[in-house]
């Protein structure tokens, strides 16, 4: 059975801080994808990436980034001068190689002050 | 290009009654799937159609049920609603699952009394 487990349940920080999410997980898959999704207090999940178990570069997006390491299972996320915007609950998710569901983290609630 | 569009967005019904909520992909996207998000159990996932055939589904008991049509619309359907059905129902859709990302709707939320 797969699992994700994100340990942080809310991280409040000051604005222009840097953070980091942590993403831990378990499958028995080979070849499995990993996602971070935004859901703000309208609701709605907003997709941020996407990433192959066979593709462990680290990436960088702007302000975001994603450090993924397969020796550890974890897939941990870094906001870079945190801004009142990202306030948010943030969910890692992890798929089979199908993709045909995904199992989510608990998530993490992200308060970013002014 | 329009997203996803759940509707309601808002539901109020008590318990033993059963409930349709709506969900129109983005133009183009075949897979419709369905979760459920709890303050107790998170986001879990319900089903998933592509193609108007049901292709996995969760762990919920048979009065979670859902369909596809033709136009990819999906619906899901609630019967004999208890208590622990209340829960925000997020909609997604992706042109193919396959290595294609899921796109959220705002999700509908069902509050049973």
């Known amino acids: 059975a797969q699992k994700v487990t994100q340990a942080q349940t809310e991280i409040s920080v000051v604005e222009k801080e840097d953070v980091t999410l942590d993403c831990v997980y378990e499958t028995r898959d080979t070849t499995y994808y990993l996602f971070w999704y935004k859901q703000p207090p309208s609701g709605e999940l907003v997709f941020l990436i996407r990433r192959n178990s066979f593709d462990e570069q680290n990436e960088i997006s702007g302000r975001y980034s994603w450090n993924f390491q397969k020796s550890t299972s974890s897939f941990n996320f870094t906001i870079t001068a945190s801004q009142v915007v990202d306030s948010a609950v943030y969910f890692c998710a992890l798929s089979d190689n199908a993709g045909n569901m995904l199992t989510f983290g608990g998530g993490t609630r992200l308060m970013v002050k002014p | 290009k329009a997203g996803v569009t759940q509707t309601p967005r808002y539901l109020i019904k008590t318990r033993g009654q059963q409930v349709t909520l709506s969900c129109s992909p983005i133009?183009?996207?075949?897979?419709v799937s369905w979760y459920q998000q709890t303050p107790g159990q998170g986001l879990q996932f319900l089903f998933e159609?592509?193609?108007?055939?049901?292709?996995n589904k969760g762990n919920f008991p048979g009065r979670f049920s859902g369909r596809q049509f033709s136009n990819s619309r999906s619906e899901m359907n609630v019967s004999t609603l208890e208590l622990g059905d209340s829960a925000l129902y997020l909609c997604a859709s992706s042109f193919t699952t396959l290595n294609s990302p899921l796109h959220f709707g705002n999700g509908t939320r069902l509050t049973v009394t």
């Open positions: 159609y592509f193609s108007e055939t049901q292709r």
């Open positions: 133009s183009g996207h075949r897979s």
